[in-house]
């Protein structure tokens, strides 16, 4: 499996595309464009872009999972425009801001590999080839060359949202959906959520160094309650540079705030990689 399995893990924020600010910005101007007769001596209305602005935030995060312990069982679909393509399970323990344990197993349920990350560092256990690799964490960083630490790994496995600053640019209500593009130091992040329930429905994450050419487009469905949280069962992840890659997420079980144990014993004959 190398170590493709974590990275379809984790690559959900691994790549962003070059497009400037301005052209997004204009897409959401014209998507659902309605045009209206002008009503004579109607005064205009007033918006307040600053409100505006301060409640699509607020909607973003209004969802944001809270949790102390969590486990899950995720079916990882792997497809590559090289060719590659890798079906696997994951099983998935976290203790919030603390550990988070990956186990993931291949065809007839062999367990390929097991990962232990912690704010400071990563273990990797490679039981094919009884090795053991470790890591600071910013390994991170260096393996998907994005500013990614134990705390992004953390939300994306919970379907938090990632990147989505106050600094909001464009935002469109198209009525059942609410469109925003916010800006950071490192990414732009496009997002439409459910008006409803303020459910996340897409994220599209852009680079803002446009000299990239990388695109990453996240689609969040199959929500339902877990616990008193909604929570997206299913994560369907597009991701192109040089190549299209896809992944799909599918969590078959969700159980929150159950104590965890984490075994990680690394036998003697192990080769330290």
């Not at 014209?30 to 307040?48: E, F, L, M, R, S």
């Not at 079906?87 to 801001?97: E, L, Q, S």
């Not at 896809?246 to 929150?256: A, G, R």
Request: overall charge positive.
């Amino acid at each position: 499996m190398k170590n493709i399995a974590f990275i379809a893990i984790i690559s959900i924020v691994t790549v962003f595309a070059c497009r400037p600010v301005k052209k997004i910005q204009t897409a959401i101007e014209k998507k659902d464009t309605v045009v209206q007769k002008p009503v004579t001596n109607a005064p205009a209305p007033v918006v307040d872009s600053a409100a505006l602005k301060k409640d699509l935030y607020r909607r973003v995060y209004s969802n944001k999972i809270d949790f102390q312990h969590f486990s899950g069982k995720i079916k990882v679909d792997y497809k590559n425009s090289d060719g590659t393509s890798i079906d696997g399970t994951a099983f998935v323990r976290i203790r919030k801001d603390s550990i988070i344990w990956i186990s993931v197993t291949g065809p007839l349920n062999i367990e390929g590999m097991r990962l232990l990350v912690k704010p400071d560092s990563v273990i990797i256990m490679n039981k094919l080839k009884k090795t053991i690799s470790y890591k600071s964490v910013a390994y991170l960083k260096d393996l998907i060359k994005l500013p990614v630490d134990f705390y992004t790994v953390q939300d994306l496995l919970m379907g938090n949202p990632l990147f989505f600053t106050d600094t909001i640019v464009s935002i469109k209500n198209s009525g059942s959906t609410l469109l925003g593009l916010s800006t950071g130091e490192f990414f732009k992040h496009l997002i439409t959520i459910d008006t409803t329930d303020n459910r996340i429905l897409h994220s599209k994450l852009d680079d803002v160094e446009e000299t990239r050419n990388r695109t990453c487009d996240i689609i969040l469905s199959d929500y339902n309650n877990q616990q008193g949280r909604l929570f997206s069962n299913k994560r369907e992840i597009t991701v192109t540079e040089k190549q299209k890659m896809e992944i799909t997420l599918d969590f078959k079980q969700v159980n929150f705030d159950e104590p965890q144990s984490f075994p990680f014993s690394i036998p003697k004959n192990y080769t330290v990689k």
